[in-house]
């Protein structure tokens, strides 16, 4: 073989390769852009059904915002003989129930990640981990029985205790008054503070545990106790996302159906205890959408529905802001 030979055979044995090369590259240029689009499509899907069950909210509860007006946001009638409708009574035992369970899940949650991510031995951490997350897959109805047949009967036994030593207190002792029924608004907050635990309190776990363990190890390294650690360690380097999670048990809070309508009491009364029965917007809707006969009381309760919505719209918004928020200080802080 002379050397022209050699020469005129170079280019087609390079030649071979890049023919295959690019049989390769287009099934997998397809599968990018076929994938790229599905995807689109979903994420468009979403919304598109965000925003028509908002417009089906506000189509079918029209009527009676149109009726009412600005009265049906503030008016406490709820009298469906009458056709007089009000949400303020069933907005604020939304807001308040789940501010009560907040207010008892966030510091447990908090304690619970802590006592895994940094105390727990290693052998106790998978166990406690599970069973966290097996209250999660607990449906609501059954922690709605448990209240009703277990948890009330015996926190009616403990209302004659909270009356007597946190109703004494001045200006907030009218919130701790009244008979032992055992249902109420506070019940219904102490249970939905268990139904929503296991959210935060997981969310919170895996964040700490993904810390960087250097930074624990130099604080300790320095003398800080295991609690200054978590304070001025842990929590700024994770605060976006136990913000995060502590909005995404507030949602659960704000939308759950069964377990409040067991225990609340559905009363359509706004009272000032905590320990008297009261309702949510869920929990209304639930007891009485079936008795809705006429077209405004039907059209009442789809309105309640559409401020249900837009409550919880508001609080992934706010959430977004504040979380967009804590990201951009926490870049401007980097050096």
Request: glycine content about 8%.
């Amino acid at each position: 073989m002379n050397g022209s030979e050699v020469v005129a055979a170079e280019p087609s044995a390079v030649g071979i390769p890049e023919q295959k090369s690019s049989a390769r590259k287009a099934p997998s240029v397809l599968a990018d852009f076929l994938f790229r689009k599905t995807t689109a499509a979903v994420a468009f899907l979403v919304a598109i059904t965000l925003v028509a069950i908002m417009v089906s909210l506000v189509d079918e509860g029209w009527k009676a915002l149109h009726t009412f007006g600005w009265h049906f946001f503030v008016t406490s009638t709820w009298d469906p003989v009458s056709n007089q409708f009000g949400a303020v009574v069933f907005i604020a035992g939304t807001l308040i129930s789940s501010l009560i369970a907040m207010v008892i899940a966030v510091p447990v949650s908090f304690g619970i990640a802590l006592f895994i991510s940094e105390l727990s031995p290693r052998w106790l951490r998978g166990p406690i981990s599970a069973a966290i997350e097996l209250l999660a897959a607990i449906p609501s109805i059954i922690y709605g029985m448990w209240g009703l047949l277990v948890f009330a009967p015996w926190f009616a036994n403990v209302e004659p205790w909270i009356t007597d030593h946190l109703g004494a207190i001045p200006g907030l002792g009218v919130l701790f008054q009244g008979p032992p029924m055992g249902i109420g608004m506070l019940t219904a907050g102490i249970v939905l503070a268990i139904m929503v635990i296991p959210f935060i309190s997981s969310i919170m776990r895996d964040v700490f545990m993904i810390t960087p363990p250097a930074l624990k190890e130099s604080a300790y390294a320095l003398g800080s106790t295991t609690w200054e650690v978590a304070r001025y360690v842990v929590l700024p380097f994770t605060r976006t996302a136990v913000t995060g999670g502590i909005f995404l048990g507030l949602g659960r809070a704000l939308g759950e159906t069964m377990a409040v309508t067991f225990i609340i009491g559905n009363a359509n009364n706004l009272q000032a205890s905590l320990l008297m029965p009261g309702s949510s917007i869920a929990s209304v809707i639930a007891n009485e959408f079936t008795e809705a006969t006429s077209d405004l009381y039907r059209s009442s309760l789809l309105a309640l529905g559409l401020i249900l919505f837009l409550i919880t719209f508001i609080v992934l918004v706010l959430a977004k802001l504040l979380l967009l928020r804590l990201d951009s200080n926490a870049r401007g802080a980097r050096p």
